[in-house]
């Protein structure tokens, strides 16, 4: 019985706060379509409009404090520098999280978010490329897209894991935010997100309570040479780096808690 109020009450939380959700998003729609339809002709690659998706994911957790995000190592994003982002994949919250950074980016995201209203039309005018997974054809338009956009100057964030992880261990990489790193010889910056997984689980839209969720931002990496040896090699070296980064946080994390049940 006790199991079954908690779901209850779990749940109508979880609905509360979705809903202070789509308020935020309801309202933040507008000036989003007011930008993209001053800066359509001038800014061809909607740049303006990124600042304001940004500061919509701070909104959102100030009127709904769902969790708070520690940002480590932004120093590594220099301003007006182009960057091929890789992060690892958690939860549909990664995307609010890795949005409090204010270097600015696209980001590649399932296109059933597309579809989502006020959100999904934001995310689209914002110029945010949408992936069909498991559809060949909508990959290579994205790689494509993606090629665009990085060589005009305008960085690009890759969840290379292709899904979200179930046990919260980064997978296995794809290798196409690598290959466009090597062909265009522009850096690959590791991202590494922790806590967001405590708040949104895979296969669930129950909102947990409030969670500390980290970004930790790692060093620039040269590619290695265009070779299919090289970018796996490269592929390898950075998933590893990250995987070494993730344990770190979470060794840090562990040990602050433990400090302060003492």
């Not at 303006?48 to 769902?66: D, E, G, M, N, T």
């Not at 060949?136 to 960085?155: D, H």
């Not at 995987?243 to 049940?261: F, G, K, P, Y």
């Amino acid at each position: 019985m006790s199991e079954k109020r908690n779901f209850v009450f779990d749940l109508i939380r979880s609905v509360i706060r979705w809903f202070l959700v789509g308020v935020v998003t309801f309202i933040f729609f507008f000036p989003v379509l007011g930008a993209f339809l001053v800066f359509q002709i001038l800014d061809r690659d909607r740049k303006h409009i990124h600042p304001l998706v940004s500061f919509w994911a701070k909104v959102v957790l100030f009127v709904c404090p769902l969790m708070h995000v520690r940002l480590e190592g932004t120093h590594h994003l220099k301003p007006n520098a182009t960057y091929v982002l890789v992060a690892n994949h958690q939860s549909i919250a990664d995307i609010v999280a890795v949005l409090h950074l204010t270097h600015p980016f696209k980001f590649i995201a399932k296109r059933d978010l597309f579809w989502i209203p006020f959100f999904g039309w934001s995310i689209f005018l914002a110029g945010y490329i949408p992936l069909i997974r498991g559809d060949q054809e909508s990959g290579k338009k994205v790689i494509q897209k993606a090629l665009g956009y990085l060589k005009r100057g305008v960085s690009v964030l890759f969840f290379p894991e292709g899904t979200r992880s179930r046990d919260g261990e980064i997978q296995a990489f794809k290798v196409g935010a690598f290959k466009l790193s090597s062909e265009l010889d522009i850096p690959v910056v590791p991202i590494v997100i922790h806590g967001t997984r405590d708040l949104i689980p895979k296969g669930s839209r129950l909102l947990q309570r409030w969670v500390e969720v980290i970004v930790k931002v790692g060093a620039p990496e040269q590619p290695f040479g265009q070779g299919s040896g090289s970018i796996e090699k490269f592929c390898e070296k950075v998933r590893s780096e990250m995987i070494d980064s993730l344990r770190e946080v979470r060794s840090r994390v562990t040990t602050s808690a433990e400090m302060v049940s003492v």
